[in-house]
Nanobody
Framework: QAQIVESGGDLVQPGGSLRLSCVAS????????LGWYRQAPGQQRASVAWIMIDSRTWYADSVRGRFTISRDTQKNTVDLQMNDLKPEDTAIYYC?????????WGQGTEVTVSS
């Protein structure tokens, strides 16, 4: 059964950095646009960044210039480098395909930005 596992979340001070990683079992990422999503407390899950198979990227306005998405197609991984973190980045972060495949939502990884 295909599975996605996210990691790298932590408690960090404002202005700090984190690198989130996501690994998929099998080849479920192959040929797909991949995305990072986040769900803040009391809010709906929202897109943060996407990366297409040709490495073109898209970022939400709120993270553009601070976050960088990357992928390794051979390792079936997609990472999210997050710099200059702000309290409003606090959320559970998930990766999935774009559009997301409902059966592939993992547990996510929690990011808390607080002093």
């Amino acid at each position: 059964q295909a599975q996605i596992v996210e990691s790298g979340g932590d408690l960090v001070q404002p202005g700090g950095s984190l690198r989130l990683s996501c690994v998929a079992s099998g080849s479920i990422f192959g040929g797909r646009t991949l995305g990072w999503y986040r769900q803040a407390p009391g809010q709906q899950r929202a897109s943060v960044a996407w990366i297409m198979i040709d490495s073109r990227t898209w970022y939400a306005d709120s993270v553009r210039g601070r976050f960088t998405i990357s992928r390794d197609t051979q390792k079936n991984t997609v990472d999210l480098q997050m710099n200059d973190l702000k309290p409003e980045d606090t959320a559970i972060y998930y990766c999935n395909a774009k559009p997301p495949i409902p059966a592939l939502w993992g547990q996510g990884t929690e990011v808390t930005v607080s002093s």
